[in-house]
């Protein structure tokens, strides 16, 4: 629907689902993201619990589990959206911030404001997610200016506007959005009826799960590699423009903090996991010398400790080829560890 950095590959959080739980199973994911795992979960008739501290995690997650159930449905409540867009009052461009409106035509832009504050209307997340996934890119069908796809900044020296002005011309949002919803629709799967999925904003420090899970399969921030606020910067201001500074936090960033929070992550596993139920991580290694310790090695460590019913049961390393990178030659995350912890 939209790009998300350090996403998980849907065949892979798919095959990891079908391996370690079972249909009905409470599967759980602190770290959603995108909500590839829990919507995987949900596709195999798992009821899935997501959660992430983030809320461009927050719109995605619940575009997926919750999308239309149609294209037919999709596109009405588009069209409703945009007429209920279309009444509102013209923005004043005098009160986007200038780092935003350097992207956009101003006509282009007084749209996009308008239909996103009314897809931030609690229920109209699929419209949102698929706002935010035609938000800046180069192509004719997305919002911006010339810009990157994934993490957003001005092609302007590639496209200067004076050799390339159809691309800084004014760009219409009906004909655009109504295509995402489209092309979302074109590889359609919606969870089975019987599958109940949840998402919670929260930072895995403060989530309260029910008493007792399944599974808990999650990829954590990969340590001190990515920056899901900068990155995402962009769709995050649309999303809500009062949050953009305070997204991000230190997990990234520190490692005593990544250490923390899956700290906080094993006694929550020790507590809830049900009888020879899996927890499953998807840790990113990072090869800078600077830590003297990978990433991989202190999960291991923290779960010996905080959750010692779990047994560490396998572990499968995957280089990541180049090509299957959102990030091409990016100089952090070459490998994942796939950790399998088993409570006995
Ligand atoms: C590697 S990504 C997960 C990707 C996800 N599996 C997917 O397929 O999109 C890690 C996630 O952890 C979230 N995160 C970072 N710090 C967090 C915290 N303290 N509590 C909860 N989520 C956090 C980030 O917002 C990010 O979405």
């Not at 599967?27 to 501290?53: H, M, N, S, Y």
């Not at 009314?118 to 996934?133: D, I, Y």
């Not at 929260?202 to 808990?216: C, D, I, M, S």
Request: with cysteine.
């Amino acid at each position: 629907m939209s790009p998300y950095i350090g996403k998980i590959k849907s065949a892979i959080a798919g095959e990891l689902v079908e391996r370690f739980s079972k249909p009905g199973d409470l599967v759980v994911d602190p770290f959603a993201g995108a909500g590839t795992i829990p919507f995987e979960a949900a596709l195999r008739g798992r009821r899935a619990l997501a959660a992430d501290i983030s809320p461009y995690a927050r719109i995605l997650s619940k575009a997926k589990l919750s999308a239309p159930r149609s294209l037919g449905a999709a596109l009405c409540l588009a069209e409703r959206a945009l007429e209920e867009a279309a009444r509102l009052p013209k923005p004043d461009l005098r009160e986007v911030p200038p780092w935003v409106r350097r992207f956009y035509h101003p006509e282009t832009l007084r749209e996009v404001l308008n239909l996103a504050s009314v897809c931030r209307q609690p229920g109209n997340e699929f419209l949102m997610a698929c706002l935010l996934g035609i938000l800046h890119h180069q192509r004719p069908g997305f919002l911006s200016y010339p810009s990157s796809h994934l993490v957003p900044y001005l092609r302007d020296r590639k496209y200067p506007r004076h050799k390339f002005p159809e691309m800084y011309a004014y760009r219409h949002l009906k004909p655009r959005l109504l295509a995402k919803v489209k092309r979302s629709y074109k590889r359609f799967a919606r969870p089975r009826g019987s599958a109940v999925a949840e998402f919670k904003q929260t930072a895995v420090q403060n989530l309260e799960l029910p008493a007792r899970f399944g599974a808990l399969i999650t990829s954590p921030p990969y340590m001190n590699a990515l920056d899901y606020g900068r990155d995402n910067r962009l769709r995050l201001w649309f999303i809500d423009p009062s949050l953009v500074d305070e997204v991000d936090n230190d997990v990234t960033q520190r490692r005593q903090a990544f250490i923390d929070a899956i700290t906080s992550l094993a006694s929550i596993v020790e507590r809830g996991l049900g009888r020879n139920g899996y927890c499953v991580f998807v840790v990113g290694e990072e090869f800078k010398r600077s830590f003297d310790a990978h990433p991989s090695d202190a999960v291991v460590r923290i779960m010996r400790e905080q959750a010692p019913s779990l047994r560490l049961k396998t572990v499968m390393a995957d280089e990541i080829p180049d090509v299957r990178r959102t990030r091409r030659e990016c100089k952090g995350v070459k490998t994942e560890h796939f950790l399998v912890f088993q409570r006995n």
